[in-house]
């Protein structure tokens, strides 16, 4: 299993370009998020799904938009970039509640945004 | 709002010292507390996971502990390695139908020195 897969790793955009930063998981988990990092402000959940076609906002959601397809993918969207939009972003998956199961929270390596 | 707080910032100590971690957290109605460890540059790896009802986990050197009822947790890790050096993040997540998102502390630099 490669887990949870990130693309790209880093990437560089100039203020009003849009992007797509691609997340996949190859554990069959029903649950993946989307969080950001910054220095001294810890990590934030930004979107979070619990299935296919079901999305939900997190702590940090404007600017950013999210949709669940597939189990296996869940791409973050930047319609139009802007600098305070500059982390690192990790996705996570976990199996949901309902299955009974831990909830241990799998990370994949994380892209780092730069927006100029 | 659920806060997380991590003490200290930052750790330096020699090798083989035994050493303890803090996480504080504002609400205890929380469903698990998670334990990650996170490389520079790199993502993070989950160390260890406690459940609401439990009141401590153990892997290798590692050892979580958890009172709810005080908001605290501790990670104690024995004998420590230069390979332990590494950013240590304590997560959070609520009771409640729905609710899986994890709020995290700020985390604690450690640095081994050999």
């Known amino acids: 299993n490669a887990g949870v897969t990130q693309t790209p790793k880093f990437q560089v955009l100039k203020t009003g370009q849009s992007m797509t930063l691609q997340c996949a998981q190859d554990?069959?988990?029903?649950?993946m998020s989307w969080y950001r990092q910054d220095p001294g402000m810890g990590l934030r959940l930004i979107h979070y799904?619990?299935?296919?076609?079901?999305?939900d906002q997190g702590e940090v959601p404007n600017g950013y938009n999210v949709s669940r397809s597939t189990t296996e993918d869940f791409p973050l969207r930047l319609l139009s970039a802007a600098p305070s939009q500059t982390s690192v972003y990790f996705c996570?998956?976990?199996?949901?509640?309902?299955?009974?199961?831990?909830?241990?929270?799998?990370f994949g390596a994380g892209t780092r945004l730069s927006v100029l | 709002k659920q806060e997380v707080t991590q003490i200290p910032a930052a750790l330096s100590v020699p090798e083989g010292e035994n050493l303890v971690l803090n996480c504080s957290f504002t609400d205890s109605a929380i469903y698990n507390l998670q334990w990650f460890r996170q490389d520079p540059g790199k993502g993070l790896t989950s160390l260890l996971l406690?459940?609401?009802?439990?009141r401590e986990q153990t892997s290798g050197r590692l050892n979580a502990s958890l009172d709810k009822s005080s908001g605290r947790s501790t990670l104690y890790i024995a004998a420590s390695q230069p390979g332990d050096s590494a950013t240590y993040l304590c997560a959070v997540s609520y009771s409640g139908a729905g609710s899986y998102q994890l709020t995290f502390g700020k985390g604690t630099k450690l640095s081994v020195i050999p």
């Open positions: 996570a998956s976990s199996y949901s509640r309902q299955k009974g199961a831990k909830n241990i929270q799998y």
């Open positions: 406690i459940q609401s009802s439990q």
């Open positions: 799904s619990v299935g296919a076609g079901i999305t």
């Open positions: 554990m069959n988990h029903e649950y």
